[in-house]
C-alpha cells in the first residue's frame, strides 16, 4: 500500500506561481498513474490534473488548461504540479492520488478511478 504525501502549498498574490508535489512514503510512484484533485471550502472535490503511469499521458481540467503543468520526475519518485497565473479561484486543499496501472496505461480524471490519496495541501491565493 502506497502512502502519498503532498507538500509545496502555500499563500501566494494573484498572478504568481507555486509548485506542488506528490511523493511515496518510502518508495515511488513508478507503477502508479497519479491525479491532483482540490476541494474548495462547501464544494465537492473536483478534477485538477493527471498522468499516466508513463507520464506520456496527460489531461487537465478546463479551468486549469494553459496554467497548470503536470510533470514527473525520471525516476518517477516524484509528479509536481506548477501552477502559475494564479487566481483566486484556485483557492483549495489540493490532494494527489494514484493507482497502480500497467505501464501503458491511461490517465484517469475520476475520483473513483484512484484508491491511493494523500492528506492535501492548502494552496490559498489572495487577490
Known amino acids: 500500500q502506497v502512502q502519498l504525501v503532498e507538500s509545496g502549498g502555500g499563500l501566494v498574490q494573484a498572478g504568481g506561481s507555486l509548485r506542488l508535489s506528490c511523493a511515496a512514503s518510502g518508495g515511488t510512484l513508478s507503477s502508479y498513474a497519479v491525479g491532483w484533485f482540490r476541494q474548495a471550502p462547501g464544494k465537492e472535490r473536483e478534477f485538477v490534473s493527471a498522468?499516466?503511469?508513463?507520464?506520456?499521458?496527460?489531461g487537465y481540467a478546463n479551468s486549469v488548461k494553459g496554467r497548470f503543468t503536470i510533470s514527473r520526475d525520471n525516476a518517477k519518485i516524484t509528479v509536481y504540479l506548477q501552477m502559475n497565473s494564479l487566481k483566486e479561484e484556485d483557492t483549495a486543499v489540493y490532494y494527489c492520488?494514484?493507482?497502480?496501472?500497467?505501464?501503458?496505461?491511461?490517465?484517469?480524471?475520476?475520483?473513483?478511478?484512484?484508491?491511493?490519496w494523500g492528506q492535501g495541501t492548502q494552496v490559498t491565493v489572495s487577490s
Open positions: 492520488a494514484a493507482q497502480l496501472t500497467s505501464y501503458t496505461g491511461p490517465y484517469y480524471s475520476r475520483r473513483g478511478d484512484y484508491d491511493y
Open positions: 498522468t499516466s503511469r508513463s507520464g506520456g499521458l496527460t
